[in-house]
């Protein structure tokens, strides 16, 4: 726990130092900078979270209930819940895997790897569904044979889920590999001696140490693979009541001008937003507890 | 070399599994493009990607990226800043609203710039009166993509921030440095790797973004079409070929940009190993 130890140290460096005078700023100016911050958040970033719940709610409560119980806003939503049912535990389970051997092991090309899982952050979710279509497409590799036995993937449920998977690739990877290559591998190895199989050794040493990162990695998928809106575009074909994921429904109430409509069902796709981040302030503040536990447990 | 054994297991059945599920979902399938392009002569393509129309749609993407994410870098900067050296009320609230454009759909957040920015929006009726249009225009491009790139520079500079040393800060206090002059000469060095990453990541994030510009856009062509959208355009058109085109050529400035982005995170831990 040296790193923990360095940082709290230099926090608390942090707090000493703001109290100097001669390594702080005078009163005026720290209320200036925070102002400003803070003005720049509100331009940017409160007003218009306050506004998809003020325009979802300004024809009234029952508009807006009504907007979420219409029968296209519940098949959005039971298809946004499938395709992420389906992306993120897919993504999960590649996660562990890319971090596994990434944390824990020397191999020649590791780093190419980890670009390239990075790869589908910096692609367009454009580009990321156009891909699919170049594949699957009826023009595509895939095209003629996939018709021929009757199924489809793009303008179709498969397809929605591919592009899914693309956006939200990396996020679990890159939030894995970095915590475990900081735990090193020496709790694993004594399971090894002590007798522990692989599996047993992932159960019961690997995962209780990664847990919260892992959570962590799962809610942030989960909310970009359900607002995900670029890529699944392209290979939803907008069909309604059949391949419209919510964000989808959005555009679409919004380009019909119905805008209540709109920011209802834009307004619960902001509220998941608010209650990941709020599960994500939480496991930091568990991370950070039990660092301190570590910490004072190492100290006796 | 000689092959070392491993001693934990399972080394062969994760990065089998990672390099097979990578290979079929992102390379191959990015490949694809690449594959579609060979169908056009080079002429054919040059003529694709340089039409009017396209350059046009590269100018506003990139320009109006860079601007976002120069916003950001000042911006996000001074929200560090304040986040780690100063206590205020709500500091922890704001703390973790600063994810929020991460974690908004970008179609949720184009339609609620649009009604803040919009001419009878809560921001764009006390500007319209100055002449100044938003929404609708490319200046709403650069507020969307503001937006999009927010939490990335004030994500990366924080820990930096936090993990500065306070030794050198009193050194150059007590040598009669003034607080500007410490600033400039000892903290801005050493955030300075941190802050050109998320610069980078902001910008790469923003020059690929559909969902919040669309909306906000107008997207009128030679004026307020972003890239993706031409993509979109031509897909919607069937010209499959004209869309894997531009793709190819923002691909490649994807890549070159992850590269950039990498060598900024590389160069970045090696100053901070270093400083300790």
Known sequence: ?300 | MAKRKHVLPGFTLSLGYTILYLSLLVLIPLAATFAKTMELSFEQFWDIVTAPRVVASYKLTFGASLIGALINAVFGLLTAWVLVRYTFPGKKLIDALVDLPFALPTAVAGIALTAVYASNGWIGSLLEPHGIKVAFTPLGVVVALTFIGLPFVVRTVQPVLEDLEAEAEEAAASLGANRWQTFYKIILPAIWPALLTGFAVAFARAVGEYGSVIFIAGNMPMVSEITPLIIITKLEQYDYTGATAVAVVMLVISFLLLLAINGLQWWSAQRQIASR
Do not use: C
């Open chain 1, 1 to 300: 726990m040296a790193a923990a130890t360095t940082i709290s140290q230099y926090s608390r460096y942090n707090a000493k130092v703001a109290r100097n005078r001669a390594t702080s700023e005078p009163v005026w100016i720290r209320w200036a900078l925070i102002g400003i911050s803070l003005a720049f958040l509100t331009l940017f970033l409160f007003i218009p979270l306050a506004a998809v719940f003020t325009e979802a709610l300004r024809k009234g409560f029952e508009t807006y209930i009504a907007a979420l119980v219409e029968p296209d806003a519940l098949s959005a939503i039971q298809l946004t819940l499938v395709a992420a049912a389906i992306a993120v535990p897919l993504n999960l389970v590649f996660g562990v895997a890319a971090a596994w051997a990434i944390a824990k092991f020397e191999f020649k090309g590791k780093s190419i790897l980890i670009t390239l899982i990075d790869l589908p952050f910096a692609v367009s979710p454009v580009i990321a569904g156009l891909i699919y279509v170049l594949i699957f497409g009826l023009q595509g590799w895939f095209g003629e044979w996939l018709s021929d036995h009757d199924f489809k993937v793009i303008f179709a449920i498969p397809g929605i889920v591919l592009a899914t998977i693309f956006v939200t690739f990396p996020f679990i990877a890159r939030e894995l590999i970095p915590l475990m290559q900081a735990q090193g591998k020496e709790e694993e190895e004594a399971g090894l001696v002590l007798g522990a199989s692989g599996w047993q050794i992932f159960w019961k040493v690997t995962l209780p140490n990664i847990k919260w990162g892992l959570l962590y990695g799962v809610i942030l998928t989960n909310a970009r693979a359900m607002g995900e809106f670029g890529a699944v575009s392209v290979v939803s074909g907008h069909i309604r009541g059949l391949t419209n994921t919510m964000p989808l429904h959005v555009e679409i109430l919004y380009n019909e001008y119905n805008y209540a409509a709109a920011f209802a069902v834009a307004s619960l796709l902001a509220f998941l937003a608010l209650v990941t981040l709020a599960l994500k302030s939480f496991i930091e503040w568990q991370t950070a507890r039990s660092a301190q536990i570590n910490e004072a447990s190492a100290d006796e």
